[in-house]
C-alpha cells in the first residue's frame, strides 16, 4: 500500500522559513517524479516544485525562495521554504508519479500570518 505522508506546516510569519516533509512508504521514490503541490483557499491546487531525476523546477513566484529536494535512501522528499510571504498561505501536498501511477499525500497546512 502507497503512501505519502506530509508533515513540516503551520504557523510562520511573513520572512520565516519552513521544512515540509513527505515520507513515502510503498514505492520508492527514485523510481517517480516528486512534486510539490499546494492549494491556497478558495483556489485550485497548483504545481510548486518538481524533482525529474537530477532536475528540478519550480512555479515562478517560488523561484529562488523555495528548494525541492529528495534523499532517496530515507525514501523523503522535501521543501524548503525561505522568505515565506502571506499569499504562500495554502495546504501543501507531495506527488509521486510515474508509468501510470498517479499518488497523493493528505497535505498539511502552511499560515503566513503576522
Known amino acids: 500500500q502507497v503512501q505519502l505522508v506530509e508533515s513540516g506546516g503551520g504557523l510562520v510569519q511573513p520572512g520565516g522559513s519552513v521544512r515540509l516533509s513527505c515520507a513515502a512508504s510503498?514505492?520508492?521514490?527514485?523510481?517517480?517524479?516528486m512534486s510539490w503541490y499546494r492549494q491556497p483557499p478558495g483556489k485550485l491546487r497548483e504545481l510548486v516544485a518538481i524533482?525529474?531525476?537530477?532536475?528540478?523546477n519550480y512555479k515562478d513566484s517560488v523561484k529562488g525562495r523555495f528548494t525541492i529536494s529528495r534523499d532517496n535512501a530515507g525514501n523523503t522528499v522535501y521543501l524548503q521554504m525561505n522568505n515565506l510571504k502571506p499569499e504562500d498561505t495554502a495546504d501543501y501536498y507531495c506527488?509521486?508519479?510515474?508509468?501510470?501511477?498517479?499518488?497523493w499525500g493528505l497535505g498539511t497546512q502552511v499560515t503566513v500570518s503576522s
Open positions: 506527488n509521486a508519479k510515474a508509468r501510470g501511477n498517479d499518488y
Open positions: 510503498g514505492l520508492a521514490i527514485s523510481d517517480y517524479v
Open positions: 524533482s525529474l531525476g537530477g532536475s528540478t
